[in-house]
């Protein structure tokens, strides 16, 4: 198998996202200039933000984004399941990335390096950051076979004042309209109770173990979650067979300067 090349050129831009600049720039802009933003008091913290095709959920991860935009951290870690192939632990990366909105480095970091990448998690979220973000320090980890607990002291361990650590995770997948809004209701609900046990056993979601980190991080400093946005693909893409959910939750310090 090969190493993971220095520079990680754009997977999905074509699919997921446009592979112009112009167009992409637009795209994002217009879904920032519509994300209408709750007020937030504290630090913001952390974020869960969906990953799929942005004409299904950009809308979505754009109320993430234009929170994180205010915000304006120094160094952003950025987290999701592997949905492609069987991965061990969690890596990182190492060199550029690449995207139609140019490029940024990764953060040196002692985590193992992931090899032959094809995953879309993170890649889908980085145009967004690169739109909302002037400059920052980037650490993309990748994760499969780990429990909640020990991604979370990986996690941690990235942890600074001006880090925000941002979970890629869609919610339930292809069951009906209805259906998909009871449970994503049901698993939101739990995030945003912090229950983390009723999450473990009944949230519905493809990066669940990221988001579970971010409750047991909330849970251990403080850290208060607000729902920013909810729709699912029925709402976006008008087909209400055999949806997938989406959401933007914030997690906010309250004392946080």
């Given at each position: 198998?090969r190493?993971?090349?220095?520079?990680?050129?754009?997977?999905?831009?074509?699919?997921?996202?446009?592979?112009?600049?112009?167009?992409?720039?637009?795209?994002?802009?217009?879904?920032?200039k519509?994300?209408?933003q709750?007020?937030?008091?504290?630090?913001?913290?952390?974020?869960v933000?969906?990953?799929?095709?942005?004409?299904?959920?950009?809308?979505?991860?754009?109320?993430?984004?234009?929170?994180?935009?205010?915000?304006?951290?120094?160094?952003?870690?950025?987290?999701?399941?592997?949905?492609?192939?069987?991965?061990?632990?969690a890596?990182?990366?190492?060199?550029?990335?690449?995207?139609?909105l140019?490029s940024?480095?990764?953060?040196?970091?002692?985590?193992?390096?992931?090899?032959?990448?094809?995953?879309?998690?993170?890649?889908?979220?980085?145009?967004?950051?690169?739109?909302?973000?002037?400059?920052?320090?980037?650490?993309p980890?990748?994760?499969?076979?780990?429990?909640?607990?020990?991604?979370g002291?990986?996690?941690?361990?990235?942890?600074?004042?001006?880090?925000?650590?941002?979970?890629?995770?869609?919610?339930?997948?292809?069951?009906?309209?209805?259906?998909?809004?009871?449970?994503?209701?049901?698993?939101?609900?739990?995030?945003?109770?912090?229950?983390?046990?009723?999450?473990?056993?009944?949230?519905?979601?493809?990066?669940?173990?990221?988001?579970?980190?971010?409750?047991?991080?909330?849970?251990?400093?403080?850290?208060?979650?607000?729902?920013?946005?909810?729709?699912?693909?029925?709402?976006?893409s008008?087909?209400?067979?055999?949806?997938?959910?989406?959401?933007?939750?914030?997690?906010?310090?309250?004392?946080?300067?």
């Open positions: 198998m190493e993971q090349k220095t520079t990680r050129n754009a997977l999905y831009a074509g699919s997921f996202y446009p592979s112009g600049k112009k167009a992409l720039s637009e795209m994002i802009g217009g879904f920032l519509n994300s209408e709750k007020k937030i008091n504290g630090k913001l913290r952390a974020l933000v969906p990953h799929a095709g942005y004409v299904y959920s950009g809308q979505v991860a754009a109320f993430a984004f234009s929170a994180l935009k205010k915000a304006k951290p120094k160094r952003i870690v950025l987290f999701g399941p592997s949905h492609h192939d069987f991965v061990e632990g890596n990182s990366f190492e060199g550029k990335w690449v995207t139609p140019g940024i480095s990764v953060s040196k970091n002692d985590l193992p390096v992931i090899k032959n990448d094809q995953e879309h998690c993170l890649e889908v979220q980085v145009p967004f950051l690169q739109k909302v973000l002037k400059k920052f320090a980037f650490t980890i990748i994760y499969g076979e780990i429990s909640a607990k020990k991604l002291e990986i996690i941690e361990k990235f942890s600074e004042k001006e880090t925000v650590f941002i979970a890629s995770s869609d919610l339930s997948h292809y069951l009906s309209y209805d259906l998909a809004k009871k449970s994503d209701s049901e698993s939101i609900d739990s995030v945003l109770k912090l229950d983390l046990n009723t999450f473990i056993e009944s949230g519905d979601a493809c990066g669940k173990t990221g988001i579970a980190v971010l409750i047991i991080l909330a849970k251990k400093y403080g850290w208060k979650p607000l729902l920013l946005e909810y729709k699912n693909s029925g709402d976006t008008g087909n209400k067979n055999n949806v997938v959910g989406y959401a933007s939750i914030a997690f906010i310090d309250k004392e946080g300067k």
